[in-house]
């Protein structure tokens, strides 16, 4: 426990933390994905799976309560993600109080560079999302148990569309460099490896992006009515 709280205090530890919290974080979009995908085997098969998160593990959990665990989960990795990334930006903060004049950036990319600020971006885009399609205030129509038509309702909207549209390709980069920098941290950095870690985070973060980027899309072009 102490070496435990030790390793927390120190930027590696706080770096590992990122990185276990962030792939916990990364399975759920990832499922999330696969979940949402069912949009496209319509209304009854979507609202079915919906329904199905709240029963899953009956009859040795009643209803809601492996979806409440889940959701525990995911809530402390968000917590233990931002707090380790505050940590990290303010050691460097506290490593060179004064801004370089020039910055050499050959070495790093535009995902990196906006890492904090895409964090931030995705943090308010999911608070909106939440909004949207789980307390249904700000969804047009919303109706309780029809995620079908909720989700619907609310991409018939081109600007709400375009506002998921713009949320998922940040997430993109931010999933790019955070799938590029956690195999580094978790030690998969050796020559060979190092050179298809890029590639390997690019076609993650664009099948996530685009996955999600097509339920919006099938919305406005009517694909999806
Ligand atoms: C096209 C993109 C997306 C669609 C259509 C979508 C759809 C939905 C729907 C319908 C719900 C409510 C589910 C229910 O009440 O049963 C939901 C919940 C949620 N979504 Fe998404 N989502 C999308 C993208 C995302 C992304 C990219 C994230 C994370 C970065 C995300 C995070 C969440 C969270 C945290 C919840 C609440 C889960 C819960 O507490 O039950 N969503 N989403």
């Known amino acids: 426990m ?14 590992v933390i990122m990185a276990v919290s962030g792939l916990i974080l990364f399975l759920f979009v990832v499922g999330h994905l696969l979940g949402n995908l069912k949009v ?12 199905g998160l709240r029963t ?20 402390v990795s968000l917590v233990a993600h931002v707090w380790a990334a505050l940590g990290v930006t303010l050691a460097s903060r506290q490593a060179r109080p004064v801004g ?3 910055l050499e950036t050959s070495e790093t990319t535009y995902a990196a560079r906006t890492m904090r600020w895409g964090g931030v971006l995705i943090f308010l885009y999911v608070v909106y999302h939440l909004l949207d399609f789980t307390f249904g205030r700000l969804n ?3 109706e309780p148990g029809n995620v079908y038509h909720n989700v619907l309702a609310s991409f ?10 713009a949320a998922m390709l940040v997430l993109g980069l931010h999933v790019y460099h955070g799938a590029w920098s ?11 490896t190092d050179r298809w870690r890029r590639g390997f985070a690019a076609a993650v973060a664009g099948v996530i992006a685009g996955g999600y980027i097509t339920i919006p899309v099938a919305v406005l072009a009517g694909v999806l009515r």
């Open 156 to 165: 018939a909207r081109w600007p709400v569309s375009a506002v998921y549209i």
């Open 140 to 142: 047009p129509s919303f």
């Open 2 to 15: 102490r070496r435990l709280l030790s390793l927390s205090r120190s930027v590696v530890g706080k770096k």
């Open 40 to 51: 496209f085997e319509g209304a009854e098969k979507f609202n079915a799976y919906a329904e």
């Open 100 to 102: 370089y004049r020039y």
């Open 182 to 192: 956690a195999l580094q941290t978790l030690g998969w950095h050796r020559p060979p």
């Open 56 to 75: 899953v593990g009956a009859p040795f959990f009643g209803r809601g309560q492996l979806l409440w665990i889940a959701r525990i989960a995911l809530l």
